[in-house]
């Protein structure tokens, strides 16, 4: 069962190296309401270090913006494309950075999971998700983005609040001192 509480902002992202999408919830009471969802277009961007300073700015806008209490962010999925995976980890990690700087909790969710919250099947495609959300948190089909990006990050948002108040098995972290305790393979000494 899910916990009532006060008010809690979820923002959700969907990590990218072309387009990163970005879903924000309130919940008061039991009661999710979507605010904002977009996304960060990084196309314009050649160099692959200037879209990560743009994911920066823009990632530390939204949390400036809607001041969300826990961010829950898709955890990248393994692809056959080393390069690919890479760049898509450094794109997830500079998100998570700029929450972190800002003591946001975070929690990582599988796509599948995510897929699965939603619409009951781990399999099912974007368009799939995008209008079980529309249903389910009551926004029109006008309102429906363009780019999927930005309801795969409102469905990480919405998986988030599904899980609330209750135990979780993905990784979550409470700031710098916890990312590091819980993953001391990933932090070099020196």
């Not at 069962?1 to 008061?28: A, N």
């Not at 009551?138 to 919405?158: I, V």
Request: glycine share 8%; with cysteine.
């Amino acid at each position: 069962m899910i916990q009532p509480v006060k008010e809690k902002i979820i923002l959700g992202i969907d990590p990218g190296t072309t387009i990163m999408g970005y879903g924000v919830l309130r919940v008061v009471g039991v009661k999710p309401e979507m605010i904002a969802m977009g996304i960060i277009d990084l196309r314009k961007f050649g160099d692959h270090y200037l879209k990560l300073r743009h994911i920066h700015e823009r990632v530390l806008s939204i949390i400036e913006s809607y001041l969300p209490d826990e961010l829950a962010i898709e955890a990248p999925f393994f692809g056959k494309n080393v390069q690919s995976m890479l760049k898509l980890g450094r794109a997830q990690g500079v998100a998570m950075a700029v929450a972190l700087s800002r003591d946001i909790p975070i929690t990582e969710y599988a796509p599948l999971k995510i897929k699965m919250a939603i619409t009951g099947n781990g399999q099912a495609s974007k368009e799939q998700v995008a209008d079980m959300l529309q249903r389910l948190l009551h926004f029109r089909k006008e309102d429906m983005p363009t780019f999927m990006d930005a309801t795969d990050g409102l469905a990480a948002a919405y998986c988030h609040f599904l899980q609330m108040g209750r135990p979780t098995v993905e990784k979550s972290y409470h700031g710098w001192k916890d990312f590091v305790a819980k993953n001391p393979d990933k932090v070099k000494n020196g």
